[in-house]
């Protein structure tokens, strides 16, 4: 049985909904990413798990106790820890005030507390800051702080609100590793919001794709980026080309389809597993830009091989970008960067059926 | 960084210097005059904190103080609580009935209560009728009716800040408190409280110089041994009697230090912890919650209590406007508008004496306040923090030592005082912080790459002002204009000081008719009058935009 399950969890806000009955397991000791553009309802659910938001329907489950069927369980007696996007880290009090706060509230002996505080400060290296304001301290130092705090009190869930999107992006880059590995070696189960699916990949063992209040996408990075249920996960993981078609033919005994696009009237696309396409329906037939290959010369490839030009050129260090226009339709491709076509060349794509797939 | 803007600056200080450090100067330096003689020395001051009568009445102040703050903070705080967090319906009334007393003469409210809670007064007739009490209650007459009363004056400045503070600070530092486990009164007291200290010592600071100001409602209810109420007796009524004179010059300084030092200390007290502004990104505005239907009807009675009070001072002195012969009656009996005759017949003058000069300071305080504003928020000009100070102080600055240093300042050396045009100018320099506030937060709200579009597409910096600031400040402009006027219109503490006869205005004449023959009626009809015309004020302030007056008096950081 799953350490979290949220189930039929639904919440609106007057006339909008934010959270549309979703289900979501997370296990013992994993850390799972809610992902997605803002407005999905990623943080409403995390406020939900944290007791910070009344849903108005279904259940929240820690750890075999339902925080709603039961009567409303607060904030404060569901055993976890939380760091918010703004820090939230008081200004009032010292870093050391701040963190041992609700070890004070669960009446914990002084030496006790001494000696955990400085545990954590060690463990999130702050150590010797601890009667700093925290007017007297850098963004990444506060978010520290907000981290050692929630990780005090032994809670049995961490949730982590966008923590590291205030900073700028160098720091962000090292906190998330520091934040993994920390959370890994600790154990907790966590969940953490974010909008930024680099983010997002690095530090989950699972994310779940959000999307106008529905949970679109479970799996792991690898699964997610490999295998998009539809357009809209394609679209906010990664770069995805989306060629607008029709499907024709079915290619039995060989799990694929033939898509009529703009510029073709047969290409050929991977069926996802699952999926079941029949002739005449609309679908996007969708390669990613790193997928693609191009030659000089026509390839010996005999289906979806495409003429076309460069319309753009981008260089961006360890590669470049081309944007090929095929007929009316624009190809973005990702290149090795020691091509040495120029903008208005003209050259040859071959999408590779493998990974071309299909999506809605 | 143009030259211009010297001039200008160095124009506005010409102002302060003339107008309040000159003549402010000048009553210090008379402090250390020695009486008789002409030496100087601190022998005034040794005099003053030796004899034990001034002591006493030195430590009665700060105590009166004292208890003012701790009367106003009790009540203040649950109930900004209620107007910032409970999702209610008529908040808005509610609000403005509360932050009331701030626009109304503080005489008016005494004059009221008087009547209502006087020995004889309605609610002392109405007990004794019922058969409840057999001899009346003294509601007021004694520090716990000047603690009453001052107390219900003074309430909206706490109310205002921690209003302000407990709406504005970010949600996430309450949740983060409740994750933690605190919920409740543990969390208020340890995080929500705590994070509006700086909102709430901006109110609480005024609140506590109040009694080192108002000398006039301790006066009219007998309490004559605070500070103010001291030297204005000494300074008004034994100008003759040199020793008392200095001792009431000495008791103006005295009060003058405090409420500087004070003032000074809070600033500092609120810069050194400005919390504000040290989170990013918060997310919503504020947290209004829906409370439970007991604790709503609990904050609901306490606000009509409240409320009611405040109402009682227009119904009050409505009722005793219209009426003759209103004693030994819990109601008034015989109507009439034979008050209002008598005041058109016999003084016209007061109410035309009341428009002009407030009119005048504030066409002073509009020339002022718009280029100090400019300078203050607009330009890089060494010493512009400092005007900004001098001229805020001027909030906590006792009415009483503006209206003996003009008298000292501008009755030999320049006689200025002789002529009428030295009310006008009193009033300009006793209300300067309240048209320029205005000003100054709503041009800091005003982005300045609007008046840089301006500038680049070839505009003068004058031009500019007139053309795209000035439209774009015009509600906060507005708001200050109105706020200006109210707050000239019923000063007192200065001009009592200055006026002659034929100068006298609706204040002065209240007092006059008060003092001279208990004339409640005349004395109750004006101020009825005032409050009519304060209210015609309001409502088009209200009109104008609330939200300034909020934006600029809310939290004293902004």
Redesign the interface.
């Known amino acids: 049985m799953a350490f979290i399950e949220i189930q039929n969890l639904f919440k609106r806000f007057k006339d909008v909904v934010a959270i549309n009955r979703i289900q979501l397991e997370i296990n013992k000791g994993e850390m799972l990413t809610l992902l997605g553009p803002s407005g999905c309802g990623k943080t409403t659910t995390l406020r939900c798990i944290a007791g910070l938001e009344k849903p108005e329907g279904g259940d929240i489950i820690i750890d075999g106790q339902p925080m709603l069927s039961a009567g409303f369980v607060p904030p404060s007696k569901r055993g976890i820890g939380m760091v918010f996007q703004n820090y939230a880290v008081w200004p009032h009090m010292k870093v050391f005030s701040n963190i041992v706060y609700g070890l004070k509230l669960q009446k914990i002996a002084k030496p006790q507390i001494r000696e955990r505080a400085s545990q954590v400060l060690e463990l999130v290296g702050l150590a010797g800051l601890e009667d700093r304001y925290p007017a007297q301290l850098s963004g990444g130092q506060q978010q520290r702080v907000a981290l050692a705090r929630a990780l005090v009190t032994n809670p049995k869930v961490l949730l982590l609100d966008e923590p590291l999107s205030n900073l700028d992006a160098k720091l962000r880059e090292e906190l998330r590793f520091e934040i993994k590995s920390l959370v890994r070696r600790m154990g907790i189960t966590s969940v953490y919001v974010t909008h930024d699916q680099a983010e997002a990949m690095v530090i989950s063992d699972r994310i779940a794709v959000m999307d106008s209040g529905n949970v679109v996408q479970i799996g792991t990075s690898h699964e997610i980026y490999k295998k998009p249920v539809n357009r809209f996960v394609a679209d906010f993981i990664g770069t995805m080309n989306f060629m607008s078609g029709e499907v024709v033919e079915i290619l039995q005994g060989r799990n694929a389809v033939g898509v009529r696009t703009d510029f073709s009237e047969k290409m050929v696309c991977t069926m996802p597993d699952g999926t079941a396409a029949t002739p005449g329906t609309n679908v996007y037939a969708s390669i990613r830009p790193e997928d693609v290959e191009v030659f000089a010369e026509p390839p010996q490839a005999t289906e979806n091989v495409f003429k076309g030009k460069i319309v753009h050129k981008a260089y961006l260090g360890n590669f470049l970008f081309f944007f090929v226009r095929v007929n009316d339709t624009m190809i973005r491709v990702q290149v090795p960067h020691h091509l040495s076509q120029e903008e208005g060349q003209e050259l040859y794509l071959f999408l590779n059926p493998q990974k071309c797939m299909i999506l809605t | 960084m143009s030259r211009g803007n010297y001039y200008l600056a160095a124009f506005l200080w010409l102002i302060i210097a003339f107008f309040v450090i000159y003549p402010l100067s000048i009553v210090v330096l008379e402090s250390f005059k020695i009486a008789g003689t002409d030496s100087w020395g601190i022998q005034n001051y040794l005099e003053f904190f030796r004899d034990t009568y001034y002591l006493k009445t030195f430590g009665k102040t700060l105590l009166l103080s004292t208890l003012l703050l701790v009367t106003t903070t009790v009540f203040g705080v649950p109930l900004a609580y209620i107007l910032a967090r409970y999702r209610h319906t008529g908040k808005t009334i509610f609000t403005a009935l509360i932050l009331l007393p701030i626009v109304l003469p503080a005489f008016a409210g005494v004059f009221a209560f008087i009547i209502f809670f006087g020995k004889y007064g309605t609610l002392n007739l109405l007990l004794m009728d019922l058969g409840l009490v057999e001899k009346p209650i003294n509601f007021i007459y004694g520090l716990h009716g000047l603690v009453f009363i001052q107390a219900l004056h003074m309430l909206p400045f706490i109310v205002l800040g921690l209003s302000a503070g407990f709406t504005n600070i ?1 949600p ?2 309450e ?9 409740g009164f ?1 969390r208020f007291f ?2 929500t409280l ?2 509006c ?1 700086p909102s709430y010592m901006a109110g609480a600071v005024l609140v506590f110089l109040w009694p080192f100001t108002d000398w006039l409602t301790p006066l009219i209810l007998g309490q004559h041994d605070l500070l103010p109420s001291v030297s204005y007796i000494n300074i008004a009524y034994h100008f003759t009697d040199v020793h008392r004179k200095y001792m009431g010059i000495v008791a103006v300084v005295v009060s003058a230090v405090v409420c500087i030092s004070l003032f000074l200390f809070a600033r500092w007290w609120v810069e050194k ?1 400005k ?1 504000t502004g ?6 919503s505005e504020g947290r209004v919650i829906e409370p439970s239907a007991l604790v709503k009807s609990g904050a609901y009675v306490y606000m009509v209590f409240i409320a009611l009070l405040v109402l009682l001072i227009p119904i009050v002195l409505g009722l005793a406007a219209f009426s003759r012969k209103w004693v030994f009656e819990a109601f008034p009996t015989y109507w009439t508008l034979e008050n209002f005759r008598l005041i058109l017949l016999e003084s016209p003058g007061l109410i035309k004496n009341s428009f002009l000069f407030s009119g005048i300071a504030l066409v002073f305080g509009i020339a002022f306040g718009l280029p100090a504003a400019y300078i203050i928020v607009r330009t890089r000009v060494p010493g512009r923090d400092a005007l900004d100070f001098v001229i805020t102080l001027m909030l906590a600055f006792p009415g009483i030592a503006i209206g003996v240093s003009y008298l000292l300042a501008f009755w030999e050396g320049i006689p200025l005082a002789t002529f009428w045009i030295i009310m006008p100018l009193a009033l300009f320099t006793r209300r300067l912080p309240y048209f320029l506030r205005m000003a100054h937060s709503s041009y800091l709200q005003l982005d300045t790459s609007l008046e840089e579009a301006a500038e680049v597409s070839g505009a003068s910096k004058i031009r500019t002002f007139f053309s795209i600031s000035l439209p774009l400040l015009l509600k906060g402009v507005l708001v200050g204009v109105v706020m200006f006027f109210i707050m000239a219109f019923q000063e007192i503490s200065t001009a009592i000081f200055l006026y002659r006869g034929g100068w006298e205005t609706l204040p002065i004449g209240i007092y006059l008719n008060w003092h001279r023959g208990m004339e409640f009626g005349i004395a109750a009809a004006m101020a009825f009058l005032m409050i009519v015309i304060t209210f015609i004020l309001l409502l088009i302030i209200s009109r104008v935009g609330g939200g300034v007056l909020k934006a600029a008096w809310g939290a004293g950081e902004k």
């Not at chain 2, 408190?177 to 919920?183: C, F, L, P």
């Not at chain 2, 040290?278 to 997310?283: E, F, H, Q, Y």
Request: hydrophobic share 30%.
């Open positions: 970010d996430s530092f949740e983060a408190a409740e994750v933690e486990g605190a919920s543990r340890t995080i705590p994070l200290t912890r919390y040290l989170s990013k990104g918060t997310t």
